[in-house]
């Protein structure tokens, strides 16, 4: 069964520093996707970045980027300028591309990012 | 605006009392799943569908039920509510090309 690890169960920045998240997955899918929610105080899971394992170019969307390491296993996400908007809990999610098959989207347990001003 | 609602937000029932959790988006996704978020544990899928009268358990499918008549609707169903189902729901739909799932607002239900 897929699995997803998050090994930080909370994290801290400084406004406007950089900060990396960690993820690693275990599968024995060569075909899948990676992304990354992020869960605000008012708890709307909001899609931050989303990573084809196909792909071997990181994914990037604005501040976000991924550090996609397929053979390792390991999708983390670095948040660059940290903002104090970017608190929130984040969550790494595996999905397999099962056209028809099972559905289903593992989490991990996330990650409490909080940024101090 | 594309989207996912739930209702209700918020509900506070009594043990053994049925309810129903509605779900609807208006994407025309083919897929949609039904998660419980609990501290400590992350999300956790209930049951998903891959299409209409296409359901399927997910991993922790005990003391819920689902059907999909409407591709649209997807509701959640408990017939006898425990306290260890207090929780936060999230509902969440998906296409067969982005994979994505978009989620709705989440309801938090609490069973005394």
């Known amino acids: 069964a897929q699995t997803v690890t998050q090994s930080q169960p909370e994290m801290s920045v400084q406004e406007a520093e950089t900060v990396t998240l960690s993820c690693t997955y275990d599968t024995s899918e060569s075909d899948y996707y990676l992304f990354w929610y992020k869960q605000p105080p008012s708890r709307q899971m909001i899609l931050v970045i989303r990573?084809?394992?196909?792909?071997?170019q990181n994914a990037t969307e604005n501040r976000f980027s991924v550090n996609f390491q397929k053979a390792a296993k390991s999708f983390s996400l670095k948040i660059s300028d940290s903002q104090l908007g970017d608190a929130a809990m984040y969550f790494c999610a595996y999905r397999t591309p099962t056209q028809g098959g099972s559905e289903k989207l593992v989490f991990g347990k996330g990650t409490k990012l909080t940024v101090n001003p | 605006e594309a989207q996912v609602t739930q209702n209700p937000r918020y509900l506070i029932t009594v043990t053994g009392k049925k309810l129903t959790v509605t779900c609807s988006q208006n994407?025309?996704?083919?897929?949609m799943s039904w998660y419980r978020q609990d501290p400590g544990l992350g999300l956790r899928q209930i049951y998903y569908s891959m299409n209409v009268e296409v359901t399927d358990k997910g991993d922790v499918p005990e003391g819920y039920k689902v059907s999909r008549k409407e591709k649209r609707n997807f509701p959640l169903i408990l017939e006898s509510p425990s306290p260890n189902q207090t929780s936060l729901y999230f509902c969440?739909?998906?296409?067969?090309?982005?994979?994505?799932?978009?989620f709705g607002p989440g309801t938090r239900l609490t069973v005394t």
């Open positions: 990573q084809e394992a196909y792909k071997q």
């Open positions: 969440a739909s998906s296409s067969y090309t982005t994979y994505e799932q978009y």
């Open positions: 994407m025309n996704h083919e897929y």
